[in-house]
């Protein structure tokens, strides 16, 4: 993983949503609390906190133009970046220009894990949001995700833990995926295959996991279920359909262009050109707005004293 500074301090006020069922807090840099990896578990917890699948941090240190984010899995470890989630800042960087903030508008540029992505706002209809996310481009094979190349075979496959061969795809996006070609995604296989793959000892800092087959007639170009690293199953990603829709190019599943992506909790589209630019498209919805308790705020703060301190 990259040599991540101190974690920020963040306010109470949070902004929820989601994209098609994995959810994300936004907040801004603050004075309240502080997102250790103990705090961002406590938040992100969904009967002791607030709930969700991550936390993004909106720092106060802009240069020009650019929203400068950081991003926690639920976990409490800090990561490169989130389809889902920068799609979810950007509908609550659109909620604050519908309230009068002088925020710019659309497309916004936001430096996120040491690489800049644009998002843009399509529309609105309600609490639901058309958001994009133009997410570079992707890169593939072992030395993409930091994999020894010496565990995969000469056919592309990875030992999986039953001692099953897994045609995998290593895919890049910013962050590190392993998708696996299958005939038929299923639960049962989820379960093992993907916290297998996840802290394979073969990774340098883990992968995000997908297992990926060709849709059916009339519907979408892939179907996926995802493993996500430091998070677990989500019904939803938007880095992992870029992965799957990259692999899906490159294995000559389907040709370049958009690609829809079919996972449980919905479908998402990826356009991804021959040269593998990626541009990640699809709803995001309101949930809530809200803070964080004084009560809440200062049991945190009572964690984080030295033992003896008062």
Excluded at 42 to 68: K, N, Q, T
Excluded at 93 to 98: G, Q
Aim: glycine share 12%.
């Amino acid at each position: 993983m990259p040599d991540w500074p101190p974690p920020p301090r963040a306010s109470a006020a949070f902004y929820k949503a989601h994209g098609l069922g994995n959810d994300y807090l936004v907040f801004e840099e603050g004075d309240a609390w502080l997102a250790s990896p103990s705090s961002v578990r406590r938040v992100c917890d969904r009967h002791a906190g607030v709930g969700s699948d991550g936390v993004v941090v909106l720092l106060a240190d802009r240069s020009g133009e650019v929203f400068r984010l950081r991003m926690f899995n639920p976990d409490g470890s800090e990561f490169e970046r989130s389809g889902n989630g920068l799609r979810i800042f950007a509908s609550y960087i659109a909620r604050l220009a519908r309230a009068g903030a002088r925020v710019g508008s659309p497309p916004y540029t936001v430096e996120v894990g040491g690489s800049h992505v644009t998002l843009n706002v399509h529309g609105e209809s309600g609490p639901v949001h058309d958001v994009s996310a133009d997410m570079g481009r992707a890169r593939t094979g072992p030395d993409a995700v930091g994999l020894d190349p010496a565990a995969l075979d000469a056919e592309g496959c990875m030992v999986g833990p039953r001692g099953e061969r897994l045609r995998v795809v290593p895919v890049s996006v910013g962050n590190p995926h392993l998708v696996v070609l299958v005939d038929d995604p299923s639960e049962e296989a989820l379960a093992e295959i993907g916290p297998f793959l996840a802290t394979h000892p073969a990774l340098a800092a883990g992968a995000n996991v997908q297992l990926a087959a060709p849709g059916g007639a009339g519907g979408p170009e892939c179907r996926a279920l995802i493993w996500e690293r430091g998070v677990g199953r989500t019904s939803a990603s938007g880095t992992s359909s870029c992965a799957v829709a990259v692999a899906a190019v490159t294995s000559g599943i389907t040709a370049p262009g958009r690609v829809t992506v079919g996972m449980p909790g919905g479908e998402l589209t990826v356009d991804v050109s021959p040269d593998l630019d990626v541009v990640l498209r699809g709803p995001v919805e309101e949930v809530c707005t809200g803070a964080l308790t004084e009560a809440w705020l200062a049991r945190e703060a009572a964690s984080h004293r030295p033992p003896g301190r008062a």
